[in-house]
């Protein structure tokens, strides 16, 4: 299981300057950033490979922050990367309910973040099919 960071924020210009610019005075490279609206307000999901220095770097800036644990499952980049996984939960009977992707390799490696109830059946089913299941994005 991975700490996925979550941000807050109410919706407003600058926001997304003021998370970017946290992160890279801390010296944190985004491997992923998504934002989910939510009207007023918003929501930053981000992966580092760091994720407790980049959760304090965003505290000390005043932001609201928390760790949200989610699967981290490496894949092939290549058409069709995504096949075994998704057969793999679907073959143990899980649905995917929130979950994004990222490259970390062009034409190598991808990963696929998964939100669920039963991150560690996630994590087993995917084993399961060969793929791996990741704690560190170092």
């Known amino acids: 299981m991975y700490n996925e960071i ?6 407003k210009s600058g926001k997304l300057a003021k998370v ?3 992160l890279g005075d801390a010296g944190i490279d985004i491997i992923n950033l ?3 609206d939510e009207g007023q307000f918003g929501v930053f ?6 994720p407790e ?25 290549q058409p069709g990367g995504l096949v075994k996984l998704a057969k793999a939960l ?15 390799d062009r ?7 998964i939100k669920g109830e039963n991150l560690e059946a996630i ?8 793929l791996k299941a990741l704690d560190s994005l170092q």
């Not at 999901?45 to 760091?50: I, Y």
């Not at 679907?90 to 970390?104: F, H, K, R, T």
């Not at 994590?123 to 060969?130: D, I, L, M, N, Q």
């Open 123 to 130: 994590e087993s089913a995917a084993k399961g099919a060969g």
């Open 45 to 50: 999901k981000l992966l580092t490979a760091d």
């Open 34 to 36: 998504e934002l989910a």
């Open 6 to 11: 979550r941000v807050f924020v109410e919706n």
């Open 90 to 104: 679907e073959n143990e009977g899980m649905s995917v309910q929130d979950a994004y992707g990222c490259i970390l």
């Open 20 to 22: 970017a610019g946290a």
């Open 107 to 113: 034409g190598k490696r991808a990963i696929f973040v």
């Open 53 to 77: 220095k980049a959760k304090q770097a965003l505290s000390d800036a005043g932001m609201t922050v928390a760790f949200n644990k989610v699967a981290v499952i490496e894949i092939a980049d």
